[in-house]
């Protein structure tokens, strides 16, 4: 009983951060959702169908990428690092392949908007937020596998609090350029993309210069 005490509570302390980080990349879109709100119905429709079609894309992407954390974790677990940071290196290069191959179909597809039956209002006004949602699937990816290689390294709770702080930029962010406070314009629905777009490119600047540091001092790292 002892050991299966200790098996959970080494799960749980590792199962939490993961699971509120993953939850925080839900949490950014409600944000948004909920100041874009107050501008107007129209805005808030185009909001909710580009998180519709950018989800799709992500969740693809996400699929393909999940075999980094399986493959890095059994490295880890054999005191391989040099195969860790391999595993690492082809993961970004496929988040970065199907992060680009997901913004350019979204490129195309905001080309044929009307396809997807939106009011026309919507259609009219969605364009430059849905393209930059489309961008921003980029570093999505990216900081995906980034936070799925250090959280298999047991290195949990620092990507969760990266998330938190960006989900918290981005409402910062948002307050700024969708209503147009400190000065900035009030871009509406657009500045809420531009907001979306920094605060995730922003998030994989951070955890790739957090990494860094990590990979410099391999030998700190937890065992399995």
Not at 81 to 92: E, T
Not at 203 to 218: E, F, G, Q
């Amino acid at each position: 009983m002892r050991l299966i005490a200790k098996e959970a509570q080494a799960t749980l302390k590792l199962a939490t951060p993961i699971a509120f980080g993953s939850a925080s990349m839900v949490l950014m879109g409600v944000v948004d959702s909920l100041m874009i709100g107050r501008v107007g119905t129209v805005p808030l429709a185009a909001s909710a169908f580009t998180n519709s079609v950018f989800s799709l894309f992500y969740f693809v992407g996400l699929g393909l990428l999940l075999p980094v954390a399986v493959l890095v974790s059994r490295s880890h677990g054999s005191d391989r690092p040099a195969d860790c940071v391999i595993w690492l290196r082809h993961g970004l290069a496929l988040a970065l392949g199907a992060g680009i191959a997901g913004s350019l179909l979204m490129g195309v597809l905001a080309l044929r908007l009307d396809l997807f039956q939106q009011p026309p209002e919507v259609i009219a006004e969605v364009v430059p937020f849905f393209l930059l949602f489309a961008v921003s699937l980029v570093p999505a990816m990216l900081f995906q596998v980034l936070r799925q290689y250090a959280e298999s390294l047991a290195f949990a709770w620092i990507p969760m609090a990266i998330l938190f702080s960006c989900v918290g930029l981005n409402a910062a962010l948002n307050w700024v350029l969708i209503y147009g406070n400190l000065g900035a314009p009030s871009l509406g629905l657009t500045g809420a993309g531009i907001a979306t777009l920094f605060s995730r490119t922003l998030c994989v600047l951070i955890i790739m210069l957090w990494l860094r540091r990590k990979l410099a001092n391999r030998e700190k790292w937890p065992r399995s």
